[in-house]
Nanobody, 118 residues
Framework: QGQLVESGGGLVQPGGSLKLSCRRPGMILSTFWQVTWTWYRQAPGSERELVARISSGSTTEYADFVKGRFTASRDNNKKTAYLQMNSLKPEDTAVYYC?????????WGQGTQVSVSS
């Protein structure tokens, strides 16, 4: 793991929003264009599960449990991937990880805690 920098986690009330970001320091634009960014999460006692993915061509896919609430995006100018999370629920509480993959390269973020509680 490591080599990606994540930010944006925190504590939020149910119904609130958070926006996670993920980037690899020093990545050049021509590489960024090739990257598929995937977001996973892992709650205590549970396996890591896929949350959302955005391909190099900006095609997105989502787990059923976040459809309509979460949006994956990418900013070429900032060379950063994002996960906008709206209408958060207590069951969304987990450590969220980003993954960057292209060719034979595969990098992970350190994880960021998202806690949804009143």
């Amino acid at each position: 793991q490591g080599q990606l920098v994540e930010s944006g986690g925190g504590l939020v009330q149910p119904g609130g929003s958070l926006k996670l970001s993920c980037r690899r320091p020093g990545m050049i634009l021509s590489t960024f264009w090739q990257v598929t960014w995937t977001w996973y999460r892992q709650a205590p006692g549970s396996e890591r599960e896929l949350v959302a993915r955005i391909s190099s061509g900006s095609t997105t896919e989502y787990a059923d449990f976040v459809k309509g609430r979460f949006t994956a995006s990418r900013d070429n100018n900032k060379k950063t991937a994002y996960l906008q999370m709206n209408s958060l629920k207590p069951e969304d509480t987990a450590v969220y990880y980003c993954n960057a993959a292209w060719g034979t390269n595969d990098y992970w973020g350190q994880g960021t805690q998202v806690s949804v509680s009143s």
